[in-house]
């Protein structure tokens, strides 16, 4: 079978080849509708890009470095799977690493990446010591973070502080009154201290609300059990009227000890949760949560990358989340119903 060109993309694809190149070489931007159509053109014939030619034309590795503090979590092992996609699309392969258990690990990790001949990083979520981070961008190393915003470096970020703000007003207009914030210490974790800081705000405003808050070490390790441990031992002798908590397991667990106790949710008690973990659509009752946009957050952080590898100008973005009511929390329908989102 003869190996396709970018002649053929350019002609199922119904565009200029010189389109296909700019899209398929992450170069000057191109609509998203345009670009879909190409990757997808490109899909169905099975393109293979000639990777060798274009490092010796552009003088690039044509792989990056992606560093998460930890992913076997949901939500990095979700980014690692959209941006290696991102990647593939556009002819990249990409070199995972986890930060380490010390700043020194981390350093190691990133001078192997580098050796590697990366032509550029995307950093998830937060890391030990920005300090690492900063000499490589002195460096002119290309670097992008994503779910952490860093003063002076490009950034794709959620703003938690704002959609916390957001849900929390929500259950205050819907009548709750003694509100529990529960969540592992934020120390070192800004998007944890975002998600508290738009709870506590929103509830300083209020002077008939009573705004209770639980940081406990625990929920560091484990959070689906720690929270559960957490509710045996003390939250349930003093319910508040309603729970928020800073992620979808800590939720989990407090639901599930809240069964074991014969408290019903949310008819006794409301739990909040946060991030959309795939399991809180089909919990028992499901959780009323924020959900975040993985692969938007993914592609705009791989596409400021190429931007700056190709020296354009890159601005950094904030990405939308959207607040699902589901069963646990009631604020905008009648319980019994299906529920609802709302940005």
């Known amino acids: 079978m003869k190996k396709a060109t970018i002649k053929d993309i350019a002609r199922a694809a119904g565009v200029s080849a010189s389109t296909v190149s700019r899209v398929l070489s992450g170069g000057a931007p191109i609509s998203e509708e345009t670009s879909q159509r190409v990757r997808e053109a490109a899909r169905q014939l099975n393109y293979t890009p000639n990777t060798a030619a274009q490092c010796l034309r552009r003088e690039k590795s044509r792989s990056i470095g992606v560093v998460f503090p930890d992913i076997s979590g949901e939500f990095y092992a979700s ?8 990647a593939r699309s556009c002819g990249y392969t990409v070199l995972f690493m986890e930060s380490g258990p010390s700043a020194e690990a981390e350093r190691d990790g990133l001078q192997a990446l580098m050796e590697r001949r990366v032509d550029g990083i995307i950093f998830i979520g937060d890391h030990r010591d920005h300090g690492l981070i900063q000499e490589l961008v002195d460096r002119s190393v ?7 915003h860093l003063p002076g470096i490009v950034s794709v970020t959620f703003n938690n502080r704002e ?3 957001k849900l929390t007003e ?5 009548g709750y009154r003694k509100f529990l914030y529960v969540g592992e210490p934020t120390e070192g974790q800004d998007n944890l201290k975002e998600r508290f800081n738009g709870y506590h705000q929103t509830l300083e405003a209020h002077a008939d609300a009573q705004a209770a808050s639980v940081f406990d070490k625990r929920l560091h390790d484990d959070k689906l059990l720690g929270s559960y441990e ?3 031992s003390e939250l349930r002798f003093d319910l508040p009227e309603v729970i928020v908590t800073s992620n979808d397991l800590i939720a989990q667990g407090i639901i599930s000890a809240a069964h074991a106790c014969h408290i019903r949710i949310p008819e006794e008690l409301s739990v909040t949760g946060f991030d959309d973990q795939l399991s809180s659509a089909y919990f028992i009752p499901s959780v009323t949560t924020v959900h975040q946009d993985v692969e938007e957050l993914t592609r705009r952080c791989f596409d400021l990358l190429m931007a700056l590898l190709d020296k354009k100008d890159a601005e950094s973005y904030i990405v939308r ?3 699902i009511e589901r069963q646990s929390a009631r604020f905008t ?11």
Not at 142 to 148: H, L, M, S, Y
Not at 170 to 174: C, S, V
């Open 163 to 165: 959609t916390m703000g």
């Open 170 to 174: 929500a259950l205050y207009e819907r």
């Open 142 to 148: 290309p670097v992008v973070t994503g779910d952490r």
């Open 321 to 323: 989340q959207q607040i």
């Open 333 to 343: 329908q009648n319980k019994g119903t299906q529920g609802g989102s709302y940005q």
């Open 230 to 232: 957490l509710f045996l």
């Open 79 to 86: 980014c690692a799977s959209w941006l290696l996609k991102h």
